[in-house]
């Protein structure tokens, strides 16, 4: 493939390795849509980025609840809040795309990449910089 629709860049790195890692995954999630998308394949690929996304959700949020709860983050509940709409979000797509209702992938591609801009440049960045001030080192 040649230019990737989104490049991994330091403006989404949060600098604790371990959700970095996982941030990548969600990146390579909407590339991968993209591609499939300039193809005119997007309708084959939507069933297993909405698997993954599900999947995702799972074990991402898992490691960020963790660490707020491990470290007291006093803004946990606003955050999770956010995690349970995009698990809302999710089975709203799935359902919508298992009922035979074609173009999902838009949704899915205009949905991921503003978690992207809004969650983890919004929330996530606010519980770095909240660790950061209370000098804890992830
Ligand atoms: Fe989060």
């Known amino acids: 493939m040649g230019k ?3 490049t ?6 949060l600098g604790i390795e371990s959700i ?10 909407i590339n991968r849509l993209y591609d ?8 084959d690929i939507t069933d297993e980025i909405l698997d993954e996304m599900e999947e995702y959700a799972h074990y991402h949020f898992k490691t960020e609840e ?3 709860s491990e470290y007291e983050y006093p803004d946990t509940e606003t955050h999770l809040l956010l995690h349970t ?4 979000r999710t089975s709203l797509y799935k359902e919508e795309h298992n009922s035979g209702k074609e173009n999902v992938h838009y949704k899915l ?3 991921l990449k503003d978690w ?3 969650h983890i440049q919004g929330a996530d960045v606010q519980y770095v910089e909240y660790f950061k001030k209370q000098n804890i080192t992830l």
């Open 8 to 13: 991994w860049n330091e403006f989404y790195e």
């Open 36 to 43: 499939a998308f300039m193809e005119g394949k997007a309708q």
């Open 66 to 68: 963790e660490i707020f």
């Open 109 to 111: 591609l205009d949905y």
């Open 116 to 118: 992207l801009l809004n």
């Open 4 to 6: 990737k629709f989104i």
């Open 20 to 29: 970095d890692e996982q941030h990548k995954k969600l990146v390579d999630m």
């Open 85 to 88: 709409v995009f698990f809302e």
